[in-house]
């Protein structure tokens, strides 16, 4: 008893009604593309508002607070051959239950259910606190790729000191690790608003809710965000 386990998806409905208060069940729609999304949710019993937002191709990170649940995108960094782009996921926090929606896979997604196969008591939180989770590993999947660009950048800048020779060719190189940064800047700065608003102390997802364990949690997911954007790339 307590433990994370998975649930086949004829099964939801029977699952939902039997939650308990410290129990919470994660339904992920990935689709390869957003005609199989639309499908995929149609076969799910949810309300009119929750299917459009999970179905919705808006590329811009917005919460909306409702009655009954909390409206969330973010954008999942994704890594191509040249360039960092940007890739949607829709959240929606209820009670006992949190949905999210995307085409393709999500890397800070990813994450996370990597840590579900070593951490068996996460169904245990409340939607606000699994979400909070959740969206630290979406900060941290912004983190992680700037070390390595970071080492980089001070190696090119020792070589153009040491090889002035060839100090053409080591900028050309600066200039594009640079752009690198500039799209992480740009992609992640689009996320202040909401983080903003989930560190606030007003924020819950319901109203008996703890806010101080769940304001507590995003707040350091904020911190790290503030952090990364201004120390890093600011």
């Given amino acids: 008893a307590g433990q994370d386990c998975a649930v086949e998806p004829g099964a939801l409905p029977g699952t939902l009604t039997r939650l308990g208060p410290h129990q919470l069940l994660w ?46 995108r973010v954008n999942s960094l994704e890594k191509g051959a040249h360039h960092y782009h940007a890739a ?58 700037l070390s390595p660009i970071e080492d980089n950048i001070d190696r090119l800048d020792e070589l153009i000191l040491q090889e002035p020779r060839h100090g053409r060719r080591h900028l050309e190189t600066l200039v594009g690790l640079r752009r690198r940064v500039s799209e992480l800047r740009r992609l992640l700065t689009a996320h202040r608003p909401v983080y903003v608003a989930l560190a606030s102390p007003d924020f819950a997802v319901f109203d008996h809710d703890e806010p101080e364990v769940v304001t507590e949690i995003d707040r350091r997911s904020n911190d790290h965000l503030v952090l990364f954007v201004d120390e890093h790339i600011g």
């Fill in 88 to 145: 949607p996921v829709a959240f929606v926090a209820g009670r006992n239950v949190v949905y999210t929606a995307h085409d393709g896979p999500a890397r800070f997604l990813d994450s996370f259910r990597g840590r579900l196969e070593g951490d068996t008591n996460l169904g245990q939180l409340d939607a606000a606190a699994f979400l909070a989770v959740v969206l630290a590993h979406h900060v941290e999947g912004f983190v992680q790729p």
């Fill in 27 to 72: 339904v992920d729609v990935q689709a390869d593309a957003a005609e199989d999304r639309g499908a995929q949710l149609a076969a799910l019993d949810l309300d009119a508002p929750t299917r459009a937002w999970l179905d919705a191709t808006d590329p811009h990170p917005a919460l909306h607070r409702h009655e009954q649940a909390v409206h969330l």
